[in-house]
Nanobody, 126 residues
Framework: QVQLVESGGGLVQAGGSLRLSCAASGRTFSSSAMGWFRQASGKERNEFVAAINWSGGMTYYADSVKGRFTISRDNAKNTVYLQMISLKPEDTAVYYC??????????????????WGQGTQVTVSS
């Protein structure tokens, strides 16, 4: 069982930055693929944002955030991060982290993840 708790969301002006954190419990974090998804009001549930493999050596991003967002992880701290810069109003959403225990590669489909956090709100004002 893996429990995920996101933090770091908030209100920021367009062009600003935020760093989201996702703290994981359980002994399988270091062998888990991790991802970030988001849901904007009235939009697709759990739109893919970024993914990282178990070691942190491989990452993948949605085209809409490439070059602005960076996913990383610290296995010693059981935490995955999403650094967001040059934020746009269209980045406004609830951001969720997700985990798939025992997966070596990164995963980009929401259905491939077993565990989800409760989400953290990111609001970007224009």
């Amino acid at each position: 069982q893996v429990q995920l708790v996101e933090s770091g969301g908030g209100l920021v002006q367009a062009g600003g930055s935020l760093r989201l954190s996702c703290a994981a419990s359980g002994r399988t974090f270091s062998s888990s693929a991790m991802g970030w998804f988001r849901q904007a009001s009235g939009k697709e549930r759990n739109e893919f944002v970024a993914a990282i493999n178990w070691s942190g050596g491989m990452t993948y991003y949605a085209d809409s955030v490439k070059g602005r967002f960076t996913i990383s992880r610290d296995n010693a701290k059981n935490t995955v991060y999403l650094q967001m810069i040059s934020l746009k109003p269209e980045d406004t959403a609830v951001y969720y982290c997700a985990a798939r225990a025992g997966a070596a590669a990164y995963l980009i489909q929401k259905g491939e993840y077993d565990y989800w956090g409760q989400g953290t709100q990111v609001t970007v004002s224009s």
